[in-house]
């Protein structure tokens, strides 16, 4: 039994949902807490896993993806994605991060969705890293991930009585808060 956080150890976990509003403002605040995430995509030989730098526009990612790349050629032939970020933690009890699920779209420079895209997309921060001036955003292809649906993780929401995986769906109804095993056997 854990002293420090008891409900913690309250099995099975509660499954009681997060009001809509909550949990959008929830994984927001995950997607902005930092910008490296980890890409998965369907190679030709399986998996592809790459950490990469990313941003976002509420749910919406974007990730600049290195021309001519293993998993840039992936989500050309196979656009179905999976993004996962996590913040640090330190146990169980700090335990927060998000996994977005959708079909990658690659936009293509000089696009009215690419500027968009690039006006979410820090690529300044990288330009002054290597010294590729500041003038011009480059010219690659951009890629945008606008989930349909987002795992959200949260151990902490256990003390409340809220479940400690919430399921967000572009289509409210069908919503949920999972026990963190049920969900397993759908994917």
Request: charged letters at 25%; aromatic letters at 10%.
């Amino acid at each position: 039994m854990s002293n420090a956080h008891p409900w913690l150890d309250e099995i099975p976990w509660t499954t009681k949902k997060l009001p809509r509003e909550m949990l959008e403002h929830r994984i927001q605040r995950a997607l902005t807490l930092t910008n490296l995430g980890m890409l998965g995509t369907l190679g030709l030989n399986g998996p592809i896993v790459s950490p990469l730098e990313f941003y976002a526009d509420k749910f919406t990612i974007y990730v600049l993806p290195q021309p001519g790349s293993p998993k840039l050629k992936a989500m050309q032939r196979d656009p179905r994605v999976s993004f996962a970020v996590a913040n640090p933690m330190a146990g169980w009890v700090t335990a927060q991060g998000a996994q977005l699920f959708g079909k990658a779209e690659i936009l293509e420079p000089g696009t009215s969705e690419w500027d968009y895209g690039m006006t979410i997309f820090r690529w300044q921060a990288s330009a002054a890293e290597i010294n590729t001036g500041f003038e011009n955003p480059p010219q690659y292809q951009l890629m945008r991930l606008d989930p349909d649906r987002i795992v959200y993780t949260e151990h902490f929401l256990r003390k409340d009585d809220y479940g400690p995986r919430q399921i967000w769906r572009r289509d409210e109804k069908h919503e949920q808060a999972s026990d963190g095993f049920s969900e397993s056997k759908k994917t």
